[in-house]
């Protein structure tokens, strides 16, 4: 159990949950059901030795996590995971319903191995991973990143097109385009040339778009504004 203010908040809940899920138990002193459910919940994530962690914040104290939260009455708990609130719920729960809220974080066996396959990050392990946790994005998108340097390149396409769209997906893609990782100056060239195409082609807004992901936020937004002036 930790203690978090506003200051320790991005560390301590938003970093931490990148490496295990993180409890957020936002309660107060005068709070008489933060205090019937505080014990519950020390107790409980306590017993899953250090796979879930519970990080407390008097709302009294610590008003910008209250904000973050949109906390309106307390307690108030939330589960955060990779940086994103997953779950949560109000109020004093009974101690089964608390238990049952703990379990879905706990990592299975399948998950444990799927991070340790991801960190060992050749293709062989990424294909087990793969099998353990097909819908698993941060699977999918290494080995499609490890294919887009290969001959893989229709593997890794069709990999993509089991994902959502989003930045990392846009990078990846771009990736299978040029078939390795280019240099800032040999995107800058391919943009500059589709840029004279993208009004007209389809084709060429959408590897436009891919594209930007491989450059810099500085850069992106550079070409993000001559592709609208060019667009309108």
Known sequence: MTDVTDATFPT???ERSKEVPVIVDLWAEWCGPCRQLGPILERVVAETDGAVELAKVDVDANPRVSEQFKV???PAVYAVRDGAVVDGFLGALPEQQVRDFVAKLVPTVEQSEVERLLTVGDED???SALE???GDERVVLALAELLAGSDGTDEAEALLER????PERRRVAALIRVGHTPGGSEVAERLEALLEQVSADGDARVEFV???ELLGEDERADWRRRLSARLF
Do not use: G, K, N, T
């Open 12 to 14: 301590a809940v938003i």
């Open 72 to 74: 309106q009455s307390i």
């Open 125 to 127: 392990s990424l294909r």
């Open 132 to 134: 353990l946790e097909p």
């Open 163 to 166: 994902l959502p769209d989003s």
């Open 210 to 212: 891919e594209l930007i």
